[in-house]
């Protein structure tokens, strides 16, 4: 019994001698300009980790950006604009703040494309006319476009990827809207509109 607490005591000495140690090295005076450089490699640091936030911030921007856009030409509807203000700024709040709007952006962009108005009344006269890839002419992709009407209500796809057995059916369909729309209905396909009972 006397031993162990000899032991005990010893332990509890050699743990305070220790901590008296650590809290010394702590206070300990140091140097003049250790403190200054401490605190200037942190400054460093800190300053890489902006800089690096900042560019990867601009890179998520410029992805979201560019899904939104992407959905835009789907539908063949103006881009959003885009002002480039997060090139200007050096903020990364302000950068983290347009990456939230641009992400909404793409994803209500991808919501609306990927819903036509009309889209169940277009796959079914798609289901009566041909292939979405058809590419015999006169009229070309699954609603059967001619190149009139394609340079009249999708111009844009025309020139970027040629006749419309060349685009992908969403757009096909959104060219298709867009001719609905602006006063045409169903009249272009006036017969498998009417067994789909659109007429």
């Given at each position: 019994?006397?031993?162990?607490?000899?032991?005990?005591?010893?332990?509890?000495a050699v743990a305070?001698?220790?901590?008296?140690?650590?809290?010394?090295?702590?206070?300990?005076?140091?140097?003049?300009?250790?403190?200054?450089?401490?605190?200037?490699?942190?400054?460093?640091?800190?300053?890489?980790?902006?800089?690096?936030?900042?560019?990867?911030?601009?890179?998520?921007?410029?992805?979201?950006?560019?899904?939104?856009?992407?959905?835009?030409?789907?539908?063949?509807?103006?881009?959003?604009?885009?002002?480039?203000?997060?090139?200007?700024?050096?903020?990364?709040?302000?950068?983290?703040?347009?990456?939230?709007?641009?992400?909404?952006?793409?994803?209500?962009?991808?919501?609306?494309?990927?819903?036509?108005?009309?889209?169940?009344?277009?796959?079914?006269?798609?289901?009566?006319e041909a292939a979405?890839?058809?590419?015999?002419?006169?009229?070309?992709?699954?609603?059967?476009?001619?190149?009139?009407?394609?340079?009249?209500?999708?111009?844009?796809?025309?020139?970027?990827?040629?006749?419309?057995?060349?685009?992908?059916?969403?757009?096909?369909?959104?060219?298709?809207?867009?001719?609905?729309?602006?006063?045409?209905?169903?009249?272009?396909?006036?017969?498998?509109?009417?067994?789909?009972?659109?007429?």
């Open positions: 019994m006397h031993v162990s607490r000899s032991r005990v005591l010893l332990l509890v305070g001698l220790a901590a008296a140690l650590i809290l010394g090295a702590v206070l300990a005076p140091r140097p003049a300009g250790a403190t200054d450089a401490v605190a200037k490699s942190a400054n460093r640091v800190r300053r890489v980790m902006v800089a690096t936030e900042l560019r990867r911030t601009l890179a998520d921007i410029h992805a979201a950006r560019d899904r939104a856009w992407r959905w835009d030409d789907v539908m063949s509807a103006p881009r959003s604009p885009y002002d480039a203000s997060a090139e200007r700024s050096s903020s990364l709040h302000y950068r983290r703040m347009l990456l939230g709007v641009w992400t909404v952006r793409a994803e209500q962009a991808q919501r609306i494309a990927r819903h036509p108005p009309l889209l169940r009344d277009w796959l079914c006269i798609h289901r009566y979405w890839n058809d590419p015999d002419a006169p009229y070309y992709g699954g609603l059967q476009m001619d190149l009139s009407f394609q340079r009249a209500y999708g111009a844009a796809l025309l020139r970027r990827k040629g006749t419309a057995d060349h685009w992908t059916p969403l757009e096909q369909i959104w060219v298709a809207e867009r001719a609905y729309r602006s006063g045409l209905g169903f009249y272009p396909w006036p017969t498998t509109a009417r067994w789909c009972g659109l007429t």
